[in-house]
């Protein structure tokens, strides 16, 4: 039973298309986040969100937009999808200000060809 | 603006030796520090972490070593085992940013026999 599930786990896509990856926890966290791991390998915050409330928005174009329904669930959606997009994205949750409970997903490798 | 750096971005060792891992930081406002192991084509798992008021913390085979005053901490693994071939990313938080954590580059731990 997985803890933070991401899908699709691999996304190839046309630039310009719309795009979007779900995430769901199960472990009653109250926070969760969307990172991105470029080709240098750095994984840098995007977004995150505590009880559905956007917390963390970092400097990130303005087609992205995350997607809160519910606790339990932080979705991506990326508008008109560009070739830079091309990264390997983890949504991870925790309970808030708890630095142990940080739980990633196991990613979902976009390419944008 | 990499706050948190990883300057080795591969580390080979033979099983049963000790395995060091370093991490230097610019930012003196953390006050966290944590260590995250990746697998391929897993998320990143939580290792050890260490607060700023301590300067060691040891968990089994893994310590963390923490040197506010030169802001480097470093992982030691001992004895070195095979499983422990990984990407190790070192990451920091500071009080009051709702649980953001900021994270290196990773170093590849390659465990040989």
């Known amino acids: 039973d997985t803890a933070v599930s991401q899908t699709p786990k691999y996304l190839v896509t046309q630039m310009g298309n719309d795009k979007s990856i779900k995430c769901e926890q199960n472990?009653?966290?109250?926070?969760m986040y969307w990172y991105k791991q470029d080709s240098k390998k750095f994984l840098k915050i995007m977004f995150s969100?505590?009880?559905?409330?956007?917390?963390i928005n970092e400097t990130v174009p303005n087609r992205f937009s995350p997607k809160s329904p519910d606790k339990a669930h932080l979705n991506l959606h990326i508008n008109s999808l560009e070739l830079g997009d091309s990264a390997v994205y983890f949504c991870?949750?925790?309970?808030?200000?708890?630095?142990?409970?940080?739980?990633f997903g196991s990613g979902t490798r976009l390419t944008v060809v | 603006d990499q706050q948190v750096k990883q300057n080795s971005p591969s580390l080979s060792v033979q099983e049963g030796r000790i395995s060091i891992l370093n991490c230097d930081y610019t930012?003196?406002?953390?006050?966290?520090f944590l260590w995250y192991k990746k697998y391929p084509a897993e998320g990143p798992t939580f290792l050890i972490s260490?607060?700023?008021?301590?300067d060691k913390n040891e968990d089994g085979r893994f310590t963390v070593f923490l040197n506010k005053s030169a802001k480097h901490l470093s992982l030691h693994i001992v004895p070195s085992q095979p499983g422990d071939s990984a990407v190790y990313f070192c990451?920091?938080?500071?009080?009051?940013?709702?649980?953001?954590?900021?994270f290196g580059t990773g170093t590849r731990l390659q465990v040989t026999l």
């Open positions: 472990l009653g966290h109250d926070t």
């Open positions: 990451a920091a938080s500071k009080a009051g940013t709702a649980s953001k954590l900021t």
């Open positions: 260490i607060s700023s008021i301590k």
């Open positions: 930012n003196s406002m953390f006050d966290y």
């Open positions: 991870a949750s925790s309970q808030w200000n708890d630095n142990y409970g940080y739980t």
């Open positions: 969100y505590n009880n559905k409330e956007l917390i």
